[in-house]
Each structure stands twice: as C-alpha cells, then as structure tokens.
Nanobody, 127 residues
Framework: QVQLAESGGGSVHTGGSLKLSCVVS????????LGWFRQVPGIERELGAI????????TYADSVKGRVTIYRDGRTNKKHLQMDNLQTEDTAMYYC????????????????????WGKGTLVTVSS
C-alpha cells in the first residue's frame, strides 16, 4: 500500500522559514516523481506543483523560484521542501504527491496526473 506523509508545517512571520518533509512508503525510490502542491483554504488546489523532484532532477514554479529548495535524503524515500522568506500569500495547506513514473520527461507535476497524495500539512504566514 502506497502512503505519503507530510510533516513540518506551522506558523511563522513574514520572512521566516520552514522545512516540510514527505515520507513515501510502498514505492521504490526511483519509480516515481514527487511534487509539492498547495491549496489556499477556500480556494481550489493549484493545478501545478510548486516544486518537483525525481531521482536525478528538480524543478520549480516561477512563483517560488529562489525561495524554495526541494531535495531528498540520499537514495531514500524522504523528500524535503525548504521554504525561505515566506510571505503571507504562501499560507496554504501543502501536499506532497507522487506520480508512478520512471521517466522525468513524462512527469507533468500537474494535480490530475498524480497517483498518490498525502493528507497535507498547514503553513500559516502572518505579518
């Protein structure tokens, strides 16, 4: 059974930092790409991931580029999202999701294409 579990959310002031983590179980390390998505309360989840990673590659949405870093713990199923200089507009529920995909070029990192989802972790940024 595939499971994803996020952790690391919390409340910070603008300019602060948080590190989110996602542990994936039930999938081999190199058999998926993983994305971080976010959903502002009361608004539909963003269609694309803000960051994505597989065994060799990473990518970022323009909205967060330069402020977030996605990385993994070696060749493990633990992925992290370091978020710096957080702003109030970053307040959202953050989800990690996996696409059972072995080729990076086929990994769209779009909501509808992801196969497995975690339950989310809440990030609140206040001024």
């Amino acid at each position: 059974q595939v499971q994803l579990a996020e952790s690391g959310g919390g409340s910070v002031h603008t300019g602060g930092s948080l590190k989110l983590s996602c542990v994936v179980s039930g999938l081999p390390f190199a058999a998926y790409c993983l994305g971080w998505f976010r959903q502002v309360p009361g608004i539909e989840r963003e269609l694309g991931a803000i960051a994505g990673i597989d065994s060799d590659s990473t990518t970022y949405a323009d909205s967060v580029k330069g402020r977030v870093t996605i990385y993994r713990d070696g060749r493990t199923n633990k992925k992290h999202l370091q978020m710096d200089n957080l702003q109030t507009e970053d307040t959202a529920m953050y989800y990690c999701a996996a696409d059972f995909q072995t080729r990076w070029e086929y990994c769209s990192l779009r909501t509808d294409d992801m196969d497995y989802w975690g339950k989310g972790t809440l990030v609140t940024v206040s001024s």
